[in-house]
Nanobody, 119 residues
Framework: VQLQASGGGLVQAGGSLRLSCAAS????????MGWYRQPPGKQRELVGR???????NYADSVKGRFTISRDNAKNTVYLQMNSLKPEDTAVYYC??????????????WGLGTQVTVSS
């Protein structure tokens, strides 16, 4: 199983970016999908997650600005980031809780994509 993230880059404060993360490989089903980020010199933190039925929750720091969605047919999760701030600068990692069979799941991670917000 692999997760491939894309869509990072450099943007000015107030701008928008959309990240995508597609899972591939031996996939029976996917439970939660979501995003973490690691700002420079800080620990990795949860940005938000999306359940299979579309329920979402977010870190307080991104509520109202970021939206997570997913396409179950494509095994893909998205992160729409609006009104970006310099403090959103981080490496963003996607993850997915994937069942390769009906009984147990593992958490898989993408390699990370850099998001830089200039002031």
């Amino acid at each position: 199983v692999q997760l491939q993230a894309s869509g990072g880059g450099l943007v000015q404060a107030g701008g928008s970016l959309r990240l995508s993360c597609a899972a591939s490989g031996s996939i029976f089903s996917i439970a939660d999908m979501g995003w973490y980020r690691q700002p420079p010199g800080k620990q990795r933190e949860l940005v938000g997650r999306c359940t299979r039925n579309g329920s979402t929750n977010y870190a307080d720091s991104v509520k109202g600005r970021f939206t997570i969605s997913r396409d179950n047919a494509k095994n893909t999760v998205y992160l729409q980031m609006n009104s970006l701030k310099p403090e959103d600068t981080a490496v963003y990692y996607c993850y997915a809780d994937i069942y390769s069979g009906p009984w147990s799941s593992n958490t898989y991670w993408g390699l990370g994509t850099q998001v830089t917000v200039s002031s």
